[in-house]
């Protein structure tokens, strides 16, 4: 009987991979007789994530042919598609390759620690941005090749700058406190705020907190860390600070926050690099932007540099793996021209050190005034302080969206992560 049940519930998972409404090609069933040529990707983001795919499998430049079956689903698919197979015992349906958000790997990779393919043996790993390196390791392991930076910038609009007094260069390398300073005085004299952030999404916080070195858990990466946590402290005062002052606005979604910046409703948008072609899309605007360093918290050993999403590329560990990490070698993992084409094509900066010696890299953004922004952010990408983001991430930040209202209502900082302290510790046993 318990051998009928688990076949059963083995075929019902093959068959809802199989589902997936996939746009660009059929799931393997895992019969046997699979092409050995041929790895299946999972990935999200047709013209990003999926385009970057397709290019590094025209790039692969291997002794044996490569064909890439690339099935595309949302990412909060592809999350919980990886939870219920690999819950199940069960590798049948699995992909060979697998896009995982940076936030998201270490629940992944502690929660299934052998379904993932050892790559440490296949790239230098001295060749990538030291922050994502951790994100995708394990016990001394790396199972992760990291793929595009999610690097953040202060993006600034020169006019309104130059109509307080000020250029992009006060606004370089400064602290959130002398942001507020000098954004009250741009409110003041423009009557737009510098920037909006939503109170529901503490993306804003995640970018203050990593200048410091600091992350909502310990180094271990499980154990909650928000109570006596004084970056964090910090943080949250600078939010509530920002909107007391009126030196940032609320928006409520995606949407409204776009409107806000191509409608010239605010000053400045901080948020990771991959903001970039949003802003350009308005087209009226070429020439009135820059791009500086996100400003760093007013605490110990604070930097100019930081982070806000990014991925990485994971080999499940069945047939074909030895193929999936070649693959991924032979591109992702040492190919810097492919990396040219990378930023030319799709946009993506990657987080392959070398490949910042480009000429891509280096070319001049009209809309910025000139500016090589790609090479700015490649900088900046190397400074970016390492932080274990560990296995609750959102968890956690659902329980800080409800005590920042507290905060904001007026309740003490000290009490408000103490009980968010208590909070995680109960709920993430």
Excluded at 49 to 71: Q, R
Excluded at 193 to 217: C, F, S
Excluded at 231 to 257: C, N, P
Excluded at 316 to 336: H, P, Q
């Amino acid at each position: 009987m318990k051998k009928i049940l688990f076949i059963l519930i083995a075929s019902i998972l093959v068959l809802a991979a199989c589902s997936s409404g996939s746009k660009e090609g059929k799931e393997s069933e895992g019969d046997g007789k699979k092409d050995p040529n041929t790895i299946t990707a999972w990935a999200w983001d047709p013209k990003f994530n999926i385009a970057a795919l397709k290019l590094a499998e025209e790039k692969y430049s291997g002794e044996e042919e490569v064909k890439l079956n690339i099935i595309e689903n949302a990412q909060p698919d592809i999350v919980s598609k990886l939870n219920t197979g690999l819950s199940s015992g069960t590798m049948k349906g699995m992909p060979n390759l697998v896009l995982i958000e940076d936030y998201r790997a270490q629940s992944f990779l502690q929660a299934y620690p052998d379904a993932f393919y050892d790559l440490s043996d296949y790239f230098n790993s001295d060749d990538f941005a030291k922050y994502k390196i951790e994100s995708a390791s394990l016990d001394g392991k790396i199972y992760g090749l990291p793929f595009d930076t999610g690097v953040a910038g202060l993006y600034v609009r020169t006019d309104m700058l130059d109509e307080a007094g000020y250029s992009v260069d006060d606004f370089t390398n400064i602290t959130w406190d002398e942001f507020i300073e000098m954004g009250k005085k741009v409110k003041e004299k423009t009557g737009k705020p510098m920037l909006t952030v939503d109170p529901n999404d503490l993306g804003t916080i995640r970018m203050m907190i990593q200048t410091a070195g600091e992350w909502y858990l310990k180094e271990d990466g499980t154990t909650p860390n928000l109570g006596g946590n004084a970056a964090l402290a910090d943080a949250f005062r600078v939010y509530k600070t920002m909107l007391d002052e009126g030196v940032a606005g609320i928006h409520s979604d995606w949407s409204q926050m776009l409107a806000g910046f191509n409608g010239g409703d605010v000053a400045a948008v901080a948020q990771g690099n991959w903001i970039t072609p949003s802003i350009k899309a308005e087209e009226s605007q070429s020439g009135k932007w820059a791009v500086v360093p996100i400003p760093r918290l007013n605490v110990p050993n604070a930097v100019n540099a930081s982070n806000l999403g990014g991925s990485s590329f994971y080999v499940l560990n069945i047939d074909g793996k030895e193929k999936a990490a070649e693959f991924l070698a032979n591109t992702f993992g040492s190919n810097a021209d492919f990396y040219q084409d990378l930023v030319s094509e799709v946009g993506a900066i990657g987080t392959y050190i070398p490949a910042a010696e480009g000429d891509a890299y280096k070319t001049e953004d009209e809309y910025f005034g000139g500016q090589k922004t790609v090479s700015d952010f490649s900088k900046w990408m190397e400074e970016i302080p390492e932080v274990n983001y560990g296995m609750h991430t959102y968890a956690i930040e659902d329980i800080l969206v409800a005590e920042m209202q507290n905060y904001l209502n007026g309740q003490d900082i000290d009490e408000v992560l103490n009980n968010a302290q208590k909070q995680a510790e109960a709920q993430l046993k």
